[in-house]
């Protein structure tokens, strides 16, 4: 089946730096990408997915970018906010199947 | 904006008891899920469910855990004898669309947390 890895596990960034996490994931076949933030205590909230027809997308302050040959997709968080602290789940998906999740990354923005 | 509700929000059980946890999807969604958290670890898949079957399942899902869709609304995720390594949050989840190349946003409820003792 699928397996995602996720890295890293902890990121402290000031406010106003950039963030980055990365995921790799191990079928070709999947072609559905989505990226979740849980807040404390919180659901999983989706705050951007990406198919396998491109290659980058942006929404704000957040980008994602997909590299099919190299499997691996990465997110981009610009000028964070201590509000953007909170754990970051990738997932991958191919069609019929479910999410199959990283391990997720512990975001954590300094003021 | 409609969202998926998950009810109890948390029980605690004793080892070897049954526990229920229902759910209540969006109400256009036609795929509906179970994932479970453990404390401090990633999210992971159980079941998906589909026209009143189940669709797919994981290792987790073992004979100990069943789903149910009582009637139009409720989605049941129950577990027979529970024990201690059951204790997480389990989420719901539904999605409207699924296709063989297109799969669909999740949208997850709040959780239920179980713990056992």
């Known amino acids: 089946g699928e397996n995602v890895e996720q890295h890293p596990s902890t990121l402290s960034v000031q406010e106003g730096d950039s963030a980055v996490i990365k995921c790799t994931y191990s079928?070709?076949?999947?072609?559905?990408f989505p990226w979740y933030k849980q807040e404390l205590g919180k659901r999983p909230q989706l705050i951007i997915d990406?198919?396998?027809?491109?290659g980058e997308k942006k929404d704000q302050r957040i980008a994602v970018t997909l590299n099919k040959t190299a499997k691996h997709f990465s997110l981009h968080i610009t000028e964070t906010q201590p509000e953007d602290s909170a754990v970051y789940f990738c997932?991958?998906?191919?069609?019929?199947?479910?999410?199959?999740f990283g391990k997720g990354t512990m975001l954590l923005v300094s003021p | 904006e409609p969202e998926v509700t998950q009810t109890p929000s948390h029980q605690v059980t004793q080892m070897g008891q049954e526990v229920i946890l229902r759910c209540v999807p969006i109400?256009?969604?036609?795929?509906f899920y179970w994932y479970r958290q453990i404390l401090g670890q990633k999210v992971e898949f159980l079941v998906s469910?589909?026209?009143?079957?189940?669709?797919?399942k994981s290792e987790i899902f073992d004979d100990q855990f069943s789903v149910e869709r009582p009637d139009g609304s409720n989605f049941t995720l129950k577990i027979r004898s529970t024990k201690l390594e059951d204790s997480a949050m389990y989420f719901c989840?539904?999605?409207?669309?699924?296709?063989?190349?297109?799969?669909?946003?999740?949208?997850f409820g709040e959780g239920s947390r179980l713990t056992v003792l």
């Open positions: 989840a539904s999605s409207q669309i699924r296709s063989p190349r297109t799969a669909g946003e999740l949208f």
């Open positions: 079928d070709s076949a999947s072609n559905y």
């Open positions: 990406i198919r396998s027809n491109v």
């Open positions: 469910f589909y026209n009143n079957e189940i669709s797919e």
């Open positions: 997932a991958a998906s191919m069609g019929y199947s479910t999410l199959t």
């Open positions: 109400s256009n969604h036609l795929y």
